[in-house]
Structure formats: structure tokens, C-alpha cells
């Protein structure tokens, strides 16, 4: 009896986490979850600009937005205007808050120059005020390394002593 007992548990908690697995990599549900925080009211949004005097494309340019809604974890970083990623490129979305650096995600964009990154962890989306959008290989390094394409820093939701990333000195 004890044996089927452990049995019966193990396959319960297989299937839970089956469920839980394909629940977790479900794509649609995904996209389904970053289009109901951009289509809300209640959202907040920052326009992420160009960095200045880098070579941006000339009928749009590059230009991205990070969007949340209060209360919730998921920041969506909405990108527009890419060149194609080439060989094993990516566009890198670091995200910073008082924790420091994280690497957020990497994107490739589809042919219309557009590019999604969802992120459901930490830092939250309200500590977030600092992104850094770059085109490199992705090493999972936390630190923004590459080509700059996107830089945006709100100092007044920074520290007091935070600075705004430094491209030349990769700090």
C-alpha cells in the first residue's frame, strides 16, 4: 500500500509539472500577456530614443518603448525600426534598477524591423530607470556590452548617485 501511494504521488506531481512546463513555454500565452499590457489603460510607458551619432536607419530609425501595468511583474520592450540581426547578432535589452544590470533578453527582428522582449522577473518594472538596447552576440553577460542602438534613463525614479550608462567606458 505505502509503494502505491508513493506511485500515485509521483505521477501527480509528473503531470503537474508537465503542465506546469508547457504552461511556462507557451508562446501565445506570452504574446497574448505583453498585447494586454500595451493595449491597457492603465499602463506606463517610456519612449526609449536613439543614441545620438549612432547610424540609425533613414526613413524610420530604431525607437522602442518599455510598457507595464501597475501591480504587475511583466515589462514589455516593443522595438521598431531594426536593421537585420546578422549571423549570431541579437538585439540586446539590458534592463537596470538599484540591484544593478540585467540582461532582460535578446531579439531577432522580423522582417519588418520589428522586435518583442518579455520580462517577468526581476528587476520589477517600477525599479526599472535605465535601458540600454544593443546590438551584440549574446554572452549573458548582465552588463551592456555591443553596438548601442537604444538608451533611455529617467534620473528623477533613479538613486540619487546613479549616472547614466557610459558607452565609451562600459560602465
Same mark, same amino acid.
Given at each position: 500500500?505505502? =509503494?502505491?501511494?508513493?506511485?500515485?504521488?509521483?505521477?501527480?506531481?509528473?503531470? *503537474?509539472?508537465?503542465?506546469?512546463? $508547457?504552461?511556462?513555454?507557451?508562446?501565445d500565452?506570452?504574446?497574448?500577456?505583453? #498585447?494586454?499590457?500595451?493595449?491597457?489603460?492603465?499602463?506606463?510607458?517610456y519612449?526609449?530614443?536613439?543614441?545620438?551619432?549612432?547610424?540609425?536607419?533613414?526613413?524610420?530609425?530604431?525607437?522602442?518603448?518599455?510598457?507595464?501595468?501597475?501591480?504587475? *511583474?511583466?515589462?514589455?520592450?516593443?522595438?521598431?525600426?531594426?536593421?537585420?540581426?546578422?549571423?549570431?547578432?541579437?538585439?540586446?535589452?539590458?534592463l537596470?534598477? *538599484?540591484?544593478?544590470?540585467?540582461?532582460?533578453? #535578446?531579439?531577432?527582428?522580423?522582417?519588418?524591423?520589428?522586435?518583442?522582449?518579455?520580462?517577468?522577473?526581476?528587476? =520589477?518594472?517600477?525599479?526599472?530607470?535605465?535601458?540600454?538596447?544593443?546590438?551584440?552576440?549574446?554572452?549573458?553577460?548582465? $552588463?551592456?556590452?555591443?553596438?548601442?542602438?537604444?538608451? *533611455?534613463?529617467?534620473?528623477?525614479?533613479?538613486?540619487?548617485?546613479?549616472?547614466?550608462?557610459?558607452?565609451? =567606458?562600459?560602465?
Amino acid at each position: 500500500m505505502p =509503494r502505491l501511494v508513493v506511485v500515485v504521488l509521483l505521477v501527480v506531481a509528473v503531470a *503537474w509539472l508537465g503542465f506546469r512546463t $508547457v504552461r511556462a513555454f507557451d508562446q501565445d500565452r506570452h504574446a497574448a500577456q505583453a #498585447a494586454a499590457v500595451l493595449a491597457a489603460p492603465d499602463n506606463v510607458t517610456y519612449q526609449l530614443p536613439p543614441v545620438p551619432g549612432e547610424p540609425s536607419r533613414p526613413d524610420i530609425g530604431p525607437s522602442g518603448r518599455l510598457a507595464y501595468r501597475p501591480g504587475t *511583474w511583466l515589462s514589455v520592450v516593443d522595438l521598431r525600426g531594426l536593421e537585420p540581426a546578422a549571423g549570431d547578432e541579437r538585439y540586446l535589452v539590458f534592463l537596470r534598477n *538599484w540591484a544593478g544590470w540585467t540582461l532582460a533578453g #535578446a531579439a531577432r527582428p522580423g522582417a519588418d524591423g520589428t522586435a518583442q522582449v518579455r520580462s517577468a522577473a526581476e528587476p =520589477r518594472p517600477p525599479t526599472i530607470y535605465e535601458v540600454v538596447v544593443t546590438a551584440a552576440v549574446d554572452d549573458a553577460t548582465s $552588463v551592456p556590452h555591443g553596438q548601442p542602438v537604444l538608451h *533611455w534613463f529617467d534620473a528623477s525614479l533613479a538613486p540619487p548617485r546613479a549616472r547614466q550608462f557610459d558607452f565609451a =567606458r562600459g560602465a
